[in-house]
């Protein structure tokens, strides 16, 4: 039986075990998708030797990072984003390669690129963690000029909330949000944007998905702008996942 899994820490809101265990029972495909929760990367290599039939990961928060230093190779864009979230692992010749991708930049693109419009050329990412990275590097390859947003000021090219004046607010008009903020169950939260000086022109995109329309998606649609949840990114990169772990992509 083939064996894939997901490596990260707390793994209660995942989403890929079910995905992909309804997907090989429905194609007959003889193989099952097991979670590994481990409290410390340095389990990763124990993971990998203790499962001698495990031909993929995917990797999640807090470890998209972390992980790159356990790995034999990594593709292109994924070592440019800086984060890993795709893991394929080659058994031949009796040695174990472990190569890095990052599939977050194909679903994102894949599911923003029809919403974008000709005025939306500057946009502003909240949250700077490892989804954020190829949130960035997949707009800029879209032609758009990013800006971190931190609760914390990192450098020139990260702006404090407090720092969104309605300049900025109108010149940034795509907004993705890479934070677990408004995240089921404290749905009840947004992140601190001043959502008062949106309008029709903004486009708001949360990599949440659970609930289906965040705070922020609802703020954003109260003032006319497009919003779009994550779901459809999740779904992308779950079949970028497969296409890779079968030397398809």
Same mark, same amino acid.
């Given at each position: ?18 995905? *992909? ?13 097991? $979670? *590994? ?6 389990? *990763? ?7 001698? $039939?495990?031909?993929? =990961? ?16 990594? !593709? ?9 979230? @795709?893991?394929?692992? +080659? ?21 923003? +690129? ?16 490892? %989804? ?20 914390? &000021? ?21 907004? @993705? ?18 959502? !008062? ?17 965040? =705070?922020?998606? &609802?703020?954003?649609? !109260?003032?006319? %702008?497009?919003? &779009?949840?994550? =779901? ?5 990169? %779950? ?11």
């Amino acid at each position: 039986m083939r064996k894939f899994g997901l490596i990260g820490y707390p793994l209660g809101h995942s989403f890929s075990k079910n995905f *992909f265990n309804e997907k090989f029972n429905s194609e007959n495909i003889d193989a099952e998708y097991v $979670n *590994f929760e481990i409290p410390n990367i340095k389990e *990763f290599n124990e993971v990998i030797n203790s499962n001698p $039939n495990l031909e993929g =990961l995917n990797i999640t928060i807090p470890y998209k990072e972390q992980v790159m230093e356990y790995l034999d190779e990594i !593709d292109e864009d994924a070592a440019k984003i800086g984060a890993v979230n @795709v893991v394929r692992i +080659e058994h031949t010749k009796g040695k174990t390669i472990r190569k890095g991708y990052n599939s977050d930049i194909i679903g994102f693109t894949r599911s923003i +690129e029809s919403l974008l419009e000709p005025h939306h050329k500057k946009a502003l990412i909240l949250g700077t963690g490892g %989804a954020s990275k190829a949130i960035k590097y997949g707009l800029e390859k879209m032609g758009l000029e990013t800006k971190l947003v931190s609760r914390s &000021k990192k450098d020139d090219s990260t702006l404090t909330y407090n720092e969104l004046t309605p300049e900025i607010m109108c010149d940034y008009n795509v907004i @993705v949000n890479c934070t677990p903020v408004g995240m089921y169950p404290k749905a009840d939260e947004c992140p601190d944007i001043p959502y !008062d000086l949106l309008t029709s022109e903004h486009l708001l995109y949360d990599l949440l998905y659970n609930p289906n329309i965040t =705070l922020f998606m &609802k703020k954003g649609s !109260d003032r006319g %702008a497009i919003v &779009k949840n994550g =779901l459809e990114m999740l779904l992308l990169q %779950a079949f970028a996942s497969w296409d890779i772990w079968n030397k398809q992509y």
